[in-house]
């Protein structure tokens, strides 16, 4: 299989009407179609982009800059709320948005200081209606939702679209424009979405409370219910703990406990093109959010001749790194052992499992061409005095279609969503050393070595520990500050 050597020629035609629609879409060599409908922003959405690759050609901190360390404290809502940037305003400002399960605010950081602006609250119980990813679309539009479900209180997902209260105002207060209740259709608790390449809402709902399925489905911006497709599960088989890619064909990527599931979106209808049995759980955890995979898939590949791949990290006691064909290469016999759509299996080297309650690796790859990065996970609260190190890089050989490792440094604990920079060739995150002390990290992207180290502060809180990445995502804008979220927290780190 060839590498993307090959690709531009194939992808001209497609790439320059991307490039049309949107200033962010990327044709560096290595970096996947940009969706067109996402905010015009270095980082619009969950995982960076519609492929969930966590990967940006702007250039973050070095160790020759010179950094302050800011932080935003008393956010209310729980963990995991993720960080987005919006689309410039009028005045040429971004505003970063986040959601998590109660709250949605909107954060400025600009000459009058770094500090929440507007805030809106969506619900009361953020233990019963844990959620953690939230969409943004062009024109200062975003989603959040609210996944409580319990039809004996006639309590059912509802998802929100919101804007600004006065248009074009980055201070504005968030305006609620409408309400989709899920249970107008007789859907249960759904956690997932995403923006397809079409503009479209995508939906998956869980498997949870008894049901015997999960249902995916398309909204249109506007709130119509464009389709639905029912997937049945197996016996034991649980969907809802991941969730999922999108590509430029608009197909999706779904991982159960038990398969990897592709559902494509075409002419005005959803079917499932493949799947792939896979058992994500083998010998590992199975606590209450050990639910198999504990990763959301990750697309690698892109382009007509090259390798297209799915990358997942699996729950099992030794964990692995395996990728799945999107499309299966000519000629190729398969693994003994293995689903046909299996391309290859290769178990972590730094992958210890520290509890029965989350996955090892809880968080997901991070790629770059054919590149991925993997880090141990720890949990939320605090990570105890001597967290379970361990960062490592794979590369995926196209011309023996195997994983091959690259570098392990077990030195260091990050314990967020790694995001790689193809500015400065460092991959990010921040982790906890002994006593309390929490720094951010940069690893050579070449070598794993430590290249960029900073030292945030110390807490020993179990909860709303300012610095502690209970595993949501760095990102970086375009003046090369990284952000992102602590216990009831954001942090930034400020290029002098």
């Not at 504990?294 to 090259?306: A, I, R, S, V």
Request: glycine share 10%; net charge neutral.
């Amino acid at each position: 299989m060839c590498q993307f050597t090959t690709l531009l020629p194939k992808l001209l035609l497609p790439l320059c009407l991307l490039l049309t629609q949107s200033s962010f879409a990327q044709v560096e060599q290595g970096f996947p179609p940009q969706n067109p409908f996402l905010a015009d922003s270095p980082w619009a959405t969950y995982h960076k982009d519609s492929y969930r690759q966590a990967a940006t050609p702007l250039k973050g901190p070095t160790a020759t800059d010179q950094i302050k360390v800011k932080t935003i404290e008393g956010i209310q809502g729980g963990t995991s709320p993720w960080t987005y940037l919006s689309e410039k305003y009028p005045n040429g400002q971004r505003i970063l948005l986040q959601s998590n399960a109660t709250h949605v605010y909107k954060i400025a950081d600009d000459d009058k200081g770094f500090r929440i602006v507007a805030k809106r609250k969506i619900d009361s119980d953020w233990l019963k209606s844990f959620g953690w990813n939230f969409l943004q679309t062009k024109d200062h539009i975003w989603y959040t939702y609210d996944p409580k479900y319990n039809p004996k209180k006639k309590e059912y997902t509802r998802l929100f679209k919101l804007t600004d209260a006065v248009k074009g105002d980055p201070y504005a207060d968030i305006k609620l424009v409408n309400t989709f209740n899920f249970g107008d259709y007789g859907i249960h608790k759904v956690q997932h979405f995403g923006i397809n390449y079409a503009g479209q809402i995508v939906f998956a709902s869980d498997n949870d409370k008894g049901a015997s399925d999960c249902i995916v489905g398309v909204i249109s911006s506007d709130f119509q219910l464009l389709d639905t497709l029912r997937i049945k599960t197996k016996p034991n088989e649980i969907f809802g703990h991941n969730a999922f890619p999108i590509d430029e064909n608009n197909r999706f990527y779904l991982v159960t406990t038990q398969r990897l599931i592709a559902v494509q979106w075409e002419d005005n209808k959803l079917q499932v093109a493949f799947e792939a049995a896979y058992d994500f759980v083998g010998d590992g955890p199975t606590g209450r959010y050990a639910e198999g995979s504990g990763t959301t898939p990750t697309l690698m590949g892109f382009g007509e001749g090259n390798d297209q791949l799915i990358i997942v990290a699996d729950g099992h006691e030794k964990n692995n790194l395996v990728a799945f064909w999107r499309v299966i290469p000519e000629g190729w016999q398969g693994k003994q052992g293995y689903d046909k759509r299996v391309a290859g299996v290769m178990q972590l080297p730094a992958a210890e499992r520290f509890s029965n309650l989350f996955q090892s690796i809880e968080n997901s790859p991070t790629v770059f061409g054919y590149e991925v990065a993997v880090a141990q996970f720890n949990g939320f609260l605090g990570q105890g005095n001597k967290p379970r190190k361990g960062v490592q890089k794979l590369r995926w050989n196209t011309q023996k279609d195997q994983f091959e490792l690259v570098w392990v440094n077990r030195e260091v604990n990050i314990n967020g969503v790694l995001t790689y920079s193809k500015g400065s060739n460092l991959v990010y995150g921040s982790g906890r050393e002994d006593d309390c002390k929490y720094y951010y990290y940069g690893l050579d992207w070449e070598t794993g070595k430590v290249a960029f180290k900073q030292f945030l502060g110390k807490s020993c809180k179990k909860l709303k520990n300012p610095y502690d990445d209970g595993g949501c995502n760095n990102i970086i804008d375009e003046e090369g500050n990284i952000y992102f979220a602590g216990g009831a927290s954001l942090v930034k780190l400020e290029k002098q």
